[in-house]
Each structure stands twice: as structure tokens, then as C-alpha cells.
């Protein structure tokens, strides 16, 4: 089993559409969770830390369900340049950082 | 602006040929990491680097060594080529050890061995 799974997509919305996706990791001793994202033929940046409480910047919100142990990204107000490949990388206890293959969104207008 | 330098984007290489990627990082980490990039399979560690002169193996390190002989330089070396290697090659540093800080990506190097 992979360490970070996610669902490849693409999820192709509208604009202004809100779109929302999940991410199962199978430690349930990971530490820390992020989202990055990757434009095609970029390389990843950080989009944004995921915290126990769950946490919002601007129009994203990340969420982390330890019972279920999966993390989501939700994107609201969706815009043509949110299209990208949102990749999850969880940190296991012995600071391992696992990633998953990514998730691609397409925005069209 | 923080900067993470890979000296090629694309390259074309033959099977058994030696390959050197290089990475240059500005930005004074002392954390450095080489990955591989491939389609249904997320990014790979191949091997991280903590200190000057200081290497360790990451997930699939067969058939890669690397160099780190100052601190903002580190370089990946395949010793002999193979068609499997073909890949998309990602350098990043960090200011942290690995998983507890923001990682910082280089542009990538695209190989292609035939």
C-alpha cells in the first residue's frame, strides 16, 4: 500500500466553481501534513501547512481528519490559475516525507 | 527571492554514459535533497544531504550517488545510465531537517536515456 494516496482527477470545474479533494495517508504516527502545488512542467511550491485544527488562506482550506487519516483541499471562487497538480506529502515520525502522485485540477472558463 | 539552481533542464543521454546533475541553492540551508519525479508515482527520495560532505540514501538510491563537497552545492551522479533512469530529477533545500520546514524546489532536470 502507498504511504499518500490520492485521487489523480482531473477535476475539471467551472469557473467560480468550488472544487474539493481528499488525500489517505496509512501512518497513523505522521506528524505533519502540507499541500503543495506544481504547475504543469514547474517545479512543486508550498501552497500551504495543514494543521490539527484546520486552516484557511484566502480562498483555500485544508483540513486534517486523523481518525479517517486523510487531509483534504477545498478551493473556492475556483480561477483559471488554480489549474495545477495539488500534491500531499505527509511527514512520518521518523521525518520521512512521503508524497503523493497528485491531484490535477483544471479550471476552465 | 530564494533559488534553487539545477544546471539543466533537458538532457539526452546514452545508456552507460556517465551523467552529473548539478544543484545550487543561495539561500544558506544546510538541508539538500535529490528526487525523482514519475507519473503514478509521486516524487522519490534518492538521496539527502545534512551537512558538507555528509550524504544519506533515500528511498532508491541504486544506481545514484551524489557529492555535496560545499554547502550550497549538490550534485547527483548516475554512474552508468540506464533506460529506467529516464525521469524528471528534482533538487530542493530546506532550512530544517527533512519533513518539519518548507521545502524549496529547483526548476528539474529532465533526462532521457536511450
Known amino acids: 500500500r502507498k504511504e499518500v494516496e490520492q485521487d489523480p ?36 511550491k508550498l501552497l500551504m501547512s495543514v494543521y490539527s485544527s484546520g486552516n484557511e488562506d484566502g480562498r483555500f482550506t485544508a483540513q ?13 471562487d475556483s480561477k483559471l490559475s488554480d489549474s495545477a497538480t495539488y500534491l500531499c506529502v505527509v511527514n512520518s515520525p521518523s521525518y520521512k516525507l512521503s508524497f503523493g502522485a497528485g491531484t490535477t485540477v483544471t479550471v476552465r472558463a | 527571492d530564494v533559488k534553487v539552481t539545477q544546471s539543466s533542464r533537458y538532457l539526452v543521454k ?32 534518492i538521496y539527502f544531504s545534512y551537512d ?3 550524504k544519506e540514501k533515500g528511498d532508491i538510491p541504486e544506481g545514484y550517488s551524489v557529492s555535496r563537497e560545499k ?7 548516475l554512474e552508468s545510465a540506464s533506460t529506467n533512469q529516464t525521469s524528471m530529477y528534482l533538487c530542493a533545500s530546506s532550512r ?16 532521457t536515456v536511450l
Open chain 2, 14 to 45: 546514452r545508456t552507460g554514459e556517465k551523467v552529473f546533475l548539478e544543484c545550487v541553492q543561495d539561500m544558506d540551508h544546510e538541508n539538500m535533497f535529490w528526487y525523482r519525479q514519475d507519473p503514478g508515482l509521486g516524487l522519490r527520495l
Open chain 2, 71 to 77: 554547502k550550497e552545492r549538490f550534485s547527483l551522479i
Open chain 2, 52 to 54: 558538507v560532505k555528509m
Open chain 1, 64 to 76: 486534517l481528519n486523523r481518525a479517517s487519516q486523510y487531509i483534504s483541499l477545498l478551493i473556492r
Open chain 1, 9 to 44: 482527477g482531473p477535476f475539471n470545474v467551472p469557473e467560480g466553481a468550488t472544487v474539493a479533494f481528499n488525500c489517505t495517508y496509512s501512518n497513523s504516527a505522521s506528524q505533519s501534513f502540507f499541500w503543495y502545488r506544481q504547475d504543469c512542467r514547474k517545479e512543486p
Open chain 2, 96 to 111: 530544517t531537517t527533512q519533513g518539519t520546514g518548507e521545502l524549496f524546489f529547483g526548476e528539474g532536470s529532465r533526462l
